[in-house]
């Protein structure tokens, strides 16, 4: 990993954005006083690779409270690809991780950033881990010296040491090879297992062969049966089936006789009917002819009727033009006479309605009466209740005076009894009338006349009340009177309008019997003398009778025509026997041969139809008695339809039971290359748990790492030798001794053994100075190890305050180390706030503290 950018902003120390451009060198030192921020720089660089610094939480944003978080942006570049990650964490918030590829369009053209982030900040670190293929943990014990942890590796546990040895030897890809490996083993076990399974079932199947074939001959037997029980029933429906088909015919044959049989019986009754009206019109000619003499005789006396009525009708067509005139006058007569018909009716009518009315009168004139003298009694009380209201008024307003009289007399009694109170109480008073002093006699007399008044009034006042007591009973007398009257208005009133009601009726009644007896009853007098004389319309009947004596001089006698016409009309009918007369003569031979004939053919057709009916009778028997055994075709097809599905079943049954034998054969071919399967598999096993164990970490790895060691060992004792001018060395051992005595072999460990002129000695008992040396020796020889290796990861060496523990010489001596080893990383960065060091080296990144936060310049 080289660095290319560093974007700080609102990180721990650092408040306002920073960017450190780390390709315009390879060696510098970063200088700056206490808390400057020199170190945040990689806390920012451990941070945005791995999400860990000093801290892992909030206390890592910058304090100001203006900032709201924390953000690092760092550009990479590993393996020949370059990289950039953004975590950005907001105060109080989850952090925000994006981790970018560059991707180059063309050599020489622009790129562009591709996210390799994933769907969650987890996943996405995960995916930076597997792109490093590198911890924290190794990362900051290689290459990173970080300040206060450069005995980061010698303080490990010796276990630890070597898996962190590993890691930067990049040994965890054989642990990737080992899982793999196991992962393949277990995946060609399970196949291994499922064909084992597999040929298990297999060799069951197999076994069952005998069973199989035995079963399959079995059924193979009973579906023979099957089919020879189905191909009887199948002849045996084919005999039903032309039984059935002969007794369709017999049927056909009866209903053909019987069609027959109807025929010839309509024929007969054609035949009967014909004979019958044939024989009819025998008996009618028969008898016209026994008439003969009278129907001749008939004949002859019409033809003379025929004459007379001729000469008539010579006579009458002269006679027509004056009927004509006749007629119109007959006609005038005859509408006055249904005119004055209909008033006579009319009349009538109205003499009877005048009768009714006339005898109505007296009752309606008695009601009359009565109603007046109910209403002369009526108006009396009307009266008497009038003067009973005017008299309770009068008593009222008599009381109302008699009580506002008391009133005031009760006042004025009240008024004089306080006066002669106040003369009896005070003495020497004054004449209230005239205000002179008054004497005791004076006094005494006034109050006398005083008291003499007031007994007046008493009077007064008591017979008031007298008068009321009297009056109260007879307004209540009066009052209950006049509730009996309270109708009356009501009924006078009714009264009258009932007389007036009863005046106008009986007026318009004889109003109606004087204009009846004035107009109506001689009217109705003429009209009947009228009608009964037949004397209307005179001027007419003189015209009439003047034609009619007319009618009388030309011989004409309308009555004696119209008997002729009337004889002639019913003679007409002997013209018709008369020459039916000459048809019968005629017809009554043929007539009669045709009716023998006609009774030849029904005797014929009789004989027919009785030989017709028996052999009808014979059919019908033979019918009924095959009726009688009719084949169940229906049942015989639904048995061989049941017999036809169980051999259907059957031959499945047949079919599968094959199947079941054939693929035996398939099986015995499967079960060889199932066995030759397995025993691959099982040799393929035993390889794989070889693999597995050398790719463990007892097998590769350790063999690596003991290949390793001395490389390491030899560079750091070089550094060392530089360093403390070959006074110390140190050794690394793999394997050492168990405490149990009893194990024979040796322990797996990675000890550090350090010895200097004096012998080997415990880490421990080393001065700091002395184990710093020991330290940066160990862990540069590691970084050098690890910037050898193919696929370079850790391509820059950080020492951050090393020096600190070093006196002049030590820190001349660290250096020229660090010179010496420059050659091997891409970028060296070396921190310290010393003065003294800040000119060894040609770049140098100052720090400085301000109050925007930390600032960074590349002097
Ligand atoms: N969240 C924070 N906000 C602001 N300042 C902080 C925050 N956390 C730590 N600091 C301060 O940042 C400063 C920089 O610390 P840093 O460890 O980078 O200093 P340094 O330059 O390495 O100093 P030294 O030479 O002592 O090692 C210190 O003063 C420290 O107290
Ligand atoms: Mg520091």
């Not at 982030?117 to 943990?137: M, N, P």
């Not at 009209?527 to 001089?553: G, H, M, N």
């Not at 090393?802 to 020229?816: K, P, T």
């Amino acid at each position: 990993m080289i660095p290319i950018l560093l974007k700080i902003t609102g990180f721990l120390s650092y408040k306002q954005t920073v960017e450190v451009d780390f390709t315009s060198f390879d060696l510098a030192c970063i200088s700056g006083s206490n808390g400057a921020g020199k170190s945040s720089l990689l806390d920012a660089i451990t941070w945005v690779l791995f999400g860990q610094a000093r801290k892992r939480d909030d206390s890592l944003i910058n304090s100001h409270p203006e900032v709201k978080a924390a953000e690092v942006i760092f550009t990479f570049s590993y393996e020949d690809q370059t990289y950039r990650i953004q975590r950005t964490l907001p105060r109080g918030k989850s952090t925000l991780l994006e981790f970018q590829i560059w991707q180059q369009a063309e050599p020489a053209g622009d790129g562009t950033w591709r996210s390799l982030s994933e769907h969650t900040v987890k996943d996405t670190q995960a995916r930076i881990l597997h792109v490093l293929r590198l911890d924290y943990e190794t990362f900051i014990n290689a290459a990173f010296f970080l300040q206060g942890k450069a005995d980061q590796f010698a303080q490990q546990p010796a276990g630890k040491r070597k898996e962190i040895l590993g890691n930067i030897l990049g040994l965890e890809l054989w642990e990737i090879y080992r899982e793999r490996t196991n992962n393949r083993r277990k995946g060609v076990e399970r196949d291994l297992a499922s064909r084992e399974g597999q040929i298990q079932e297999i060799e069951r199947e197999l076994s069952e062969e005998p069973e199989r074939k035995k079963w399959l001959a079995e059924l193979e037997c009973r579906l023979a049966e099957l089919a020879a029980s189905r191909k009887l029933q199948e002849s045996n429906l084919e005999k039903l089936k032309q039984q059935a088909a002969s007794f369709e015919q017999q049927q056909f044959l009866v209903n053909t006789l019987e069609a027959g049989l109807l025929r010839a019986n309509q024929n007969r009754g054609d035949l009967s009917k014909h004979l019958e009206d044939r024989k009819n019109e025998q008996d009618r000619y028969k008898k016209l002819l026994e008439n003969q003499g009278q129907v001749e005789k008939d004949y002859s006396k019409w033809q003379n009727l025929r004459n007379d009525l001729a000469a008539w009708e010579v006579v009458a067509d002269k006679f027509r033009g004056h009927d004509k005139d006749r007629q119109l006058l007959l006609g005038k007569l005859g509408n006055e006479q249904a005119r004055l018909e209909q008033e006579m009716k009319a009349l009538l009518a109205e003499q009877e309605k005048i009768k009714d009315q006339k005898a109505s009168l007296p009752s309606m004139e008695k009601e009359f009466e009565y109603t007046r003298a109910a209403l002369d009694v009526a108006e009396t009380r009307l009266a008497v209740r009038n003067e009973k209201n005017e008299q309770i008024m009068l008593a009222r307003e008599k009381q109302v005076e008699l009580r506002s009289e008391n009133e005031r007399l009760k006042l004025e009694m009240k008024e004089l009894k306080g006066r002669v109170d106040e003369l009896a109480a005070t003495e020497g008073a004054n004449c209230p009338l005239c205000g002179q002093p008054l004497n005791l006699e004076d006094r005494q007399k006034l109050i006398d006349q005083l008291n003499g008044q007031g007994a007046e009034l008493a009077a007064r006042y008591h017979s008031n009340k007298d008068r009321q007591v009297e009056i109260n009973p007879m307004v209540e007398k009066m009052e209950q009177e006049l509730s009996g009257l309270v109708a009356i208005d009501k009924e006078r009133l009714s009264y009258t309008t009932l007389l007036t009601q009863l005046t106008e009726r009986i007026g318009s009644v004889q109003k109606t019997l004087k204009a009846w007896d004035e107009q109506g009853a001689g009217r109705l007098e003429d009209v009947s003398q009228l009608l009964e004389k037949e004397s209307y319309l005179p001027a007419v009947r003189d015209e009439l009778s003047d034609l009619d004596k007319r009618l009388a001089d030309l011989g004409y006698d309308a009555v004696a025509h119209d008997a002729v016409k009337q004889a002639e009309l019913s003679g007409r009918v002997s013209e018709n026997d008369y020459h039916s007369l000459a048809g019968a003569r005629a017809a009554i031979k043929p007539l009669q041969e045709e009716v023998d004939n006609l009774k030849k053919q029904i005797k014929k057709l009789d004989a027919d139809l009785e030989a017709q009916q028996r052999e009808m009778q014979k059919a019908s028997d033979i019918l009924e008695q095959s009726e009688k055994m009719s084949p169940d075709i229906d049942g015989a097809e639904r048995a061989l339809f049941d017999i036809q599905e169980k051999e259907n079943r059957r031959n499945q049954d047949v079919g599968a039971a094959r199947q079941k034998v054939a693929v035996l054969k398939d099986l015995r071919a499967r079960k060889k290359t199932l066995n030759r399967e397995r025993e691959e598999m099982a040799g393929l096993i035993g390889r794989l748990k070889t693999l597995e164990r050398a790719f463990g970490k007892d097998g590769i790895p350790a063999l690596l790492i003991e290949q390793a060691l001395p490389e390491i060992e030899s560079r750091a004792n070089e550094l060392l030798d530089r360093l403390s001018d070959g006074a110390m060395s140190v050794r690394f051992a793999t394997q050492s001794a168990y405490k149990d005595k009893k194990k024979d072999h040796l322990k797996e460990t990675l000890d550090i053994l350090i010895s200097d002129g004096a012998g080997v000695r415990d880490y421990d008992l080393f001065s700091g100075g002395e184990a710093f040396r020991v330290n940066f020796a160990i862990r540069l020889a590691l970084s050098q190890v690890l910037s050898h290796r193919k696929g370079a990861r850790l391509q820059t060496l950080v020492i951050d305050e090393g020096f600190g523990s070093q006196d002049a010489q030590g820190r001349q001596r660290l250096i020229e180390a660090i010179n010496a080893v420059r050659g091997d990383f891409a970028k060296v960065l070396v921190i310290t706030h010393l003065d003294e060091l800040k000119d060894a080296f040609q770049t140098r990144i100052e720090v400085t503290k301000t109050n925007v936060g930390s600032l960074v310049s590349v002097i």
